[in-house]
């Protein structure tokens, strides 16, 4: 059984962030790493990110911008999908779409949305004041059929533990590589994890005990601003330089 995990997601091609936690997973004894997805899409280093990615052992699994990427691009589509698309090779594309949907080590699920869905946010609800946590019955609802007791979600980009009712633990790491992004869908929203720190998560068992960290790591978000500004988004170098949209 594996003792100590990290566990990461949403790097969305930051390589400058996802260094900063790599080399700090390094420092911590860890049996394993996992992560959970949109690993390669975004304005920054997809190319880069992914030979990062490939120098570590790491389980992966696919997010939704992952399932994008391999997706023709709709008329209309922004830069941003473009360049990603033109910078990765086959190599990485290939592996992105060998990627699973979902895995489990020991009691523990991991999957980038819902068990069902990553297009859905498990604990997160839009409303007219904004984002909130669902009630545990609506989270409890999306997680019918799981046997593990804990579970892993990122998609929000928002560090949380939630303890449900059943006994079931769900945690959501935060994001590597981008802590704020504005969306359409389902409705209008944002998400704001209101720091530039790179977010990742380690559990670990004690005494039969699952002890939960969710760490932030200081890394170089100016340096990744400027590459998001360079290539045309300065709504990401915001969200990277602050935390917020």
Not at 111 to 116: A, E, M, N, R, V
Not at 151 to 175: D, Q
Request: charged share 20%; glycine share 6%.
């Amino acid at each position: 059984m594996k003792k100590k995990i990290a566990v990461l997601s949403d790097i969305h091609g930051n390589n400058v962030a996802l260094e900063a936690v790599l080399l700090d997973i390094s420092r911590r004894n860890i049996d394993a790493v996992v992560n959970l997805g949109d690993s390669l899409y975004g304005p920054l280093n997809p190319l880069k990110t992914f030979h990062l990615l490939m120098e570590h052992n790491i389980a992966h699994i696919m997010g939704n911008c992952d399932r994008i990427i391999l997706e023709p691009s709709e008329a209309g589509a922004g830069s941003t999908i473009h360049y990603v698309k033109k910078t990765l090779t086959k190599e990485a594309l290939d592996w992105l779409e060998h990627l699973p949907n979902s895995i489990s080590i020991d009691d523990i699920l991991f999957c980038h949305g819902i068990p069902s869905s990553d297009q859905v946010y498990l604990l997160e609800e839009m409303t007219e004041v904004g984002e909130v946590l669902k009630n545990s019955e609506e989270i409890m609802r999306a997680l019918e059929g799981v046997e593990q007791n804990i579970i892993f979600c990122g998609h929000s980009h928002i560090p949380r533990t939630v303890y449900l009712p059943n006994g079931k633990l769900v945690i959501n790491p935060g994001s590597v590589g981008l802590p704020a992004y504005e969306d359409d869908l389902p409705v209008p929203h944002k998400m704001e994890s209101g720091s530039p720190y790179a977010n990742y998560t380690i559990i670990e068992e004690i005494s039969n005990q699952w002890i939960v960290g969710h760490i932030n790591v200081f890394y170089d978000w100016e340096k990744a601003a400027h590459i998001a500004e360079t290539n045309e988004r300065p709504d990401w170098a915001h969200a990277l330089k602050f935390g917020r949209v």
